[in-house]
């Protein structure tokens, strides 16, 4: 509340409410999968919800979906436990290249499908020259490696666009 008196915003805004016309927002009940099943066949990860969570359906669209993330990674940026929203329509991560002058960066929060390990959220880079991504962990015991793209490699589900998680 107090921001909003600082920058003079609507707290209805904020909630949800279309000011305007007057119109509460619509909360919309979501799925959220797991991100470690993997199909027995093809070892590729596989959708199995394990909750439904109730948000604003302005913060959904049909290249969204929900996660959790398993593991500990990308902590403390993101903790274990932690809602993740993916964007299916965001499918390529920033190329990595020696001329970058933010090299040194890690990568953008990524969703990937890896095999025999199903869906795994790490800090990726594409690289261009080998046609593979690097991923990367806040977490020093976790090392940084490299993935082919493609049919036998891993495969880009999405970018992370939201995380919701205990402060």
Same mark, same amino acid.
């Given at each position: 509340?107090?921001?909003?008196?600082?920058?003079?915003?609507?707290?209805?805004?904020?909630?949800?409410?279309?000011?305007?016309?007057?119109?509460?927002?619509?909360?919309?009940?979501?799925?959220?999968?797991?991100?470690?099943?993997?199909?027995?066949?093809?070892?590729?990860?596989?959708?199995?919800?394990?909750?439904?969570?109730?948000?604003?359906? =302005?913060?959904?669209?049909?290249?969204?979906? !929900?996660? $959790?993330?398993?593991?500990?990674?990308?902590? &403390? #940026?993101?903790?274990? @436990?932690?809602?993740?929203?993916?964007?299916?329509?965001?499918?390529?991560?920033?190329?990595?290249?020696?001329?970058?002058?933010?090299?040194?960066?890690?990568?953008?929060?990524?969703?990937?499908?890896?095999?025999?390990?199903?869906?795994?959220?790490?800090?990726?880079?594409?690289?261009?020259? =080998?046609?593979?991504?690097?991923?990367?962990? !806040?977490? $020093?015991?976790?090392?940084?490696?490299?993935? &082919? #793209?493609?049919?036998? @490699?891993?495969?880009?589900?999405?970018?992370?666009?939201?995380?919701?998680?205990?402060?």
């Amino acid at each position: 509340m107090r921001h909003c008196r600082e920058y003079g915003i609507d707290p209805r805004i904020i909630l949800g409410e279309d000011v305007l016309s007057h119109t509460p927002a619509r909360i919309v009940m979501m799925p959220v999968f797991a991100m470690d099943v993997v199909h027995p066949r093809t070892g590729r990860w596989g959708l199995r919800e394990i909750e439904r969570i109730a948000l604003l359906s =302005r913060l959904l669209g049909p290249t969204r979906f !929900l996660t $959790r993330m398993e593991g500990r990674a990308l902590e &403390p #940026r993101i903790r274990h @436990g932690a809602y993740l929203m993916v964007d299916t329509a965001q499918d390529l991560p920033p190329a990595k290249s020696p001329d970058d002058a933010s090299a040194d960066e890690a990568g953008v929060p990524f969703a990937l499908d890896i095999p025999g390990e199903g869906l795994v959220v790490r800090l990726t880079r594409y690289i261009d020259g =080998r046609d593979s991504f690097e991923l990367a962990a !806040l977490d $020093r015991a976790v090392p940084t490696f490299v993935v &082919p #793209r493609g049919e036998d @490699g891993c495969r880009i589900v999405g970018r992370v666009v939201w995380v919701a998680q205990e402060l």
